[in-house]
């Protein structure tokens, strides 16, 4: 602290000296390098240096933050890779026995396990699948994506054409519906999505949920071609 606060200028006592009966006197640059106001800039000097070559603390951090996004944006696009394909071929994700000693946990976890072999981002962090509220939450936002494609294409093309299908399922009806519309001088048909019409299947009913979701996509001022509905009795 001395050499910082006071200088120094008697260099006859910058090294150490022996007097009577051999005793070391340490000098002054001995005891300035062992103090702890000149360990503690050795320290940062060094860190300093070291920075030069490994990048500064903030950039260090900020490059273990970069690489765990993309880490985990890695692990994510292979799970929807896995979740996509066993929805495009009709296949349940849930297994009838999920536990660990089960020899078939499912098509989703048994997928996930055959990813995680050749996968070594997708092993690290893989322990166990989604919960199945994950894996709805993944294939609505992908149905989404999907859906929104479909409208802009029935925008570009100004009509469209419907189809209703009711269909029942224990107490529960539902009613499938799809559309029709030309793209590129072909007819294009798709499926838009299911409606819980449970309540009340009178035709008053039906028309008005009908109408709701078509303005919850926006096609409400699209012009409608045909509509054919099919109710069971």
């Known amino acids: 602290m001395e050499f910082s606060t006071k200088g120094f200028r008697n260099w006859k006592k910058i090294f150490g000296s022996r007097g009577k009966g051999s005793k070391y006197t340490k000098s002054k640059l001995e005891l300035h390098s062992i103090c702890q106001y000149h360990l503690t800039c050795m320290t940062k000097w060094h860190a300093h240096i070291q920075s030069k070559t490994t990048g500064s ?49 499912g098509n989703l976890k048994e997928a996930c396990k055959l990813m995680a072999k050749y996968n070594p981002t997708f092993a690290l962090n893989y322990a166990k699948p989604t919960s199945w509220l994950i894996q709805n939450e993944i294939i609505e936002i992908c149905a989404k994506y999907v859906r929104n494609t479909i409208v802009e294409d029935i925008t570009s093309a100004g009509m469209y054409s419907l189809s209703c299908d009711e269909s029942r399922c224990h107490k529960e009806e539902q009613l499938a519906v799809c559309v029709r519309y030309p793209k590129n001088l072909k007819v294009e048909e798709r499926f838009v999505g299911f409606l819980d019409v449970s309540q009340s299947q009178n035709a008053d009913s039906l028309i008005g949920a009908l109408l709701q979701f078509l303005n919850y996509l926006n096609l409400d001022k699209i012009n409608i071609m045909v509509i054919h509905m099919t109710v069971l009795a």
């Not at 944006?73 to 009709?90: E, H, P, S, V």
């Not at 297994?95 to 660990?100: A, F, L, M, P, Q």
Request: proline letters at 0%; glycine letters at 4%; hydrophobic letters at 45%.
């Open 57 to 105: 603390v903030h950039t260090l951090v900020t490059n273990a933050h970069r690489d765990k996004i993309l880490e985990n944006r890695d692990y994510m696009l292979t799970l929807i890779d896995i979740i996509l394909f066993l929805a495009n071929q009709g296949v349940a994700f849930r297994g009838h026995i999920e536990n660990e000693t089960s020899l078939n946990q």
